[in-house]
């Protein structure tokens, strides 16, 4: 399905990028998104971007600290100003109809990748 990778454990302020790609080929054609779910947490709707490069963000705590942006192989979240808040699990999600920003609306997934930020 999806393969993410860049999560790891960082300090409060620093930057991550994470990236997330289909073994299988291209995403072009593919709406793409980033969720995240913290411990004892609901799944949270972070970014989304559809295959115009349009963008929506959910939260407004990461609105104007993280960019999510794609090219033909891969979809990118860039986070900056990382808080102890960010802490969650990342997950990738992928869908041919181009519209949504629920996590049913994503029919393809990836395993997901820890994002730690200590204070």
């Known amino acids: 399905q999806l393969v ?4 790891r454990l960082v ?3 620093d930057s991550l990028r994470l990236s997330c790609a289909s073994p299988g080929g291209t995403i072009s054609a593919y709406l793409m998104a980033w969720f995240r779910q913290a411990p004892g947490k609901d799944l949270e709707f972070v970014a989304k ?10 939260a407004n705590s990461v609105k104007g ?6 090219d033909d192989a891969r979809t990118y979240l860039q986070m900056n100003s990382l808080r102890p808040e960010d802490t969650a699990v990342y997950y990738c999600a992928a869908d041919l109809i181009d519209y949504g920003m629920d996590p049913g609306d994503f029919g393809s ?7 730690t930020v200590s204070s």
Do not use: A, L
């Open 109 to 115: 997934w990836g395993q997901g990748t820890q994002v």
């Open 49 to 58: 971007i559809r295959k115009s490069g349009s963008t929506t963000y959910g």
């Open 4 to 7: 993410e990778s860049g999560g």
């Open 11 to 13: 300090q409060s302020g």
């Open 65 to 70: 600290r993280f960019t999510i942006s794609r």
